[in-house]
């Protein structure tokens, strides 16, 4: 019985032997490749073969393949990302299938292949690339190519096509932006962290209307982060970056954030921590973040509590029974102020290259000391009331005005009155798509005469009341 069995199997094989030299002499490369495969696949099932299927495969099979899957342990593989632009570049005008895509309005298409397969040829070797993609959606680019170019593949040819991608990328990168999924939608898919929508801001610093001095000094600040990677290896730091924004609602924080993330060219993550259960998935989605980019909480003093000393809960709380309630306190947010710390400055915040990490506040006595102090929070920027240079930056991109009579009456009012750039936006710009340079420079001068007297009388009556001690922040009329 035994003869009879190993009497069969070496018939087939020998079958097998004959078959594959006749094909290799017969088909080309890449239909050798489909035959290879199921010849393969076939051979698999004899249960001989099973235990030895390994050794078996190599003897056969003259090919190697190596895989580049889009993610790993949650973090984006970027030479996926590289080889994915440098395939759907490469000789579009031979590929049977296309896609195109349009960066911004004002530029052209942009033509990339949409084939799953693809031939390559690099220094005489013959490559095929395939994309496969998995039941759960992960997507995987596969490399087949003969031993025999095992050195040339991966001596010079992947390096090649990294750097090839990442140019092409560079010339066409769009920036996005990204927001974070509640965990009780994650999948198995890494995509399922974030979502993201093209980001076509038009902020930039030229329109920004700050204070010109400060502005420079933001600007400098951002160039010397960007050309800084010797210099952060040399002191042994992680090449990152963190700016507090901070100052009333309406002075401008959002649109710094934008006319960063044009000047530098990077991509933004919008973090809402209140969309996070605990510091594991905290960590989870920062690490799926990608180098070069600004990360950004806003208003991070009403996000969750953060404050190193806990809000004593009344004492009535523990002893609730209402199970809506118990239910409501389970689903809050766990994030801690060290989980966010150990991300920002501890060991995790090596995790990722070329990052700027943003936070906002209306109110930055309301924020933990720890959280904000230099070395987390760099720099940190003041974005206050409208000053007259900051009004003449507004004037010059809503009227396309550099002087006029009454900006001698405007800077004097905007002295005394505490009123955000984008009030004096709004007062600004055009009515019924109609440019009225007059009509709008007085009705800013009448908004800030009103403001002004309004603000006065605060001011008198907190003085009767309080015997002159300090005015808070202003509510107000306009």
């Not at 905290?282 to 190193?308: F, G, M, P, Q, Y």
């Amino acid at each position: 019985m035994m003869g009879d069995t190993m009497g069969t199997f070496g018939s087939s094989m020998a079958s097998l032997f004959f078959f594959w030299a006749t094909f290799q002499q017969i088909f080309p490369d890449h239909l050798k490749i489909a035959i290879k495969e199921f010849l393969l696949s076939a051979i698999q099932q004899l249960s001989f073969v099973q235990r030895f299927s390994d050794q078996i495969i190599n003897f056969f099979s003259p090919y190697i393949v190596i895989s580049f899957p889009e993610y790993e342990d949650y973090r984006f593989n970027h030479a996926f990302a590289a080889i994915d632009t440098y395939l759907g570049a490469k000789a579009t005008d031979k590929a049977q299938k296309l896609k195109a895509s349009q960066v911004k309005e004002s530029k052209g298409l942009i033509l990339k292949r949409d084939e799953a397969k693809v031939r390559d040829i690099y220094e005489g070797v013959n490559v095929w690339w395939e994309i496969v993609t998995s039941t759960d959606g992960d997507r995987t680019h596969k490399l087949t190519f003969h031993r025999s170019g095992l050195e040339i593949v991966t001596g010079s040819y992947i390096k090649y096509i990294m750097e090839e991608g990442k140019s092409i990328e560079a010339k066409n990168k769009k920036m996005k932006l990204f927001t974070n999924n509640p965990s009780m939608n994650w999948d198995t898919s890494k995509k399922s962290l974030w979502r993201h929508i093209d980001f076509e801001h038009p902020s930039s610093f030229q329109t920004l209307a700050m204070d010109p001095k400060k502005k420079e000094e933001v600007l400098n600040d951002l160039e010397a982060f960007r050309n800084g990677k010797e210099y952060y290896k040399k002191i042994g730091k992680a090449w990152k970056r963190g700016y507090l924004l901070y100052g009333p609602p309406g002075t401008g924080k959002s649109t710094m954030i934008a006319a960063m993330a044009n000047h530098l060219n990077y991509s933004i993550y919008d973090l809402e921590l209140t969309a996070i259960q605990n510091n594991s998935e905290l960590r989870k989605l920062l690490t799926a973040t990608s180098s070069n980019s600004i990360i950004v909480i806003e208003d991070i003093d009403c996000s969750v509590d953060l404050t190193s000393k806990r809000r004593k809960r009344d004492s009535d709380l523990s002893s609730k029974e209402d199970g809506e309630e118990g239910k409501q306190d389970q689903n809050q947010s766990k994030v801690t102020l060290s989980g966010l710390l150990n991300f920002i400055d501890g060991i995790w915040s090596a995790c990722g290259q070329e990052r700027i990490i943003i936070f906002t506040t209306n109110h930055m006595e309301k924020l933990d000391p720890a959280l904000i102090r230099r070395g987390r929070m760099d720099m940190h920027i003041e974005l206050s009331y409208c000053g007259f240079e900051a009004f003449k930056i507004l004037a010059k991109n809503y009227l396309d005005l550099d002087s006029h009579p009454l900006f001698g009456e405007i800077e004097s009012l905007l002295k005394e009155a505490k009123i955000a750039p984008a009030d004096v936006a709004e007062k600004l710009m055009a009515k019924n798509h109609k440019i009225d340079v007059d009509g709008s420079l007085k009705d800013l001068v009448q908004s800030l005469e009103k403001r002004n007297k309004y603000q006065r009388g605060q001011s008198d009556e907190h003085k009767k009341k309080f015997g002159g001690k300090k005015l808070g922040v202003f509510g107000g009329l306009f």
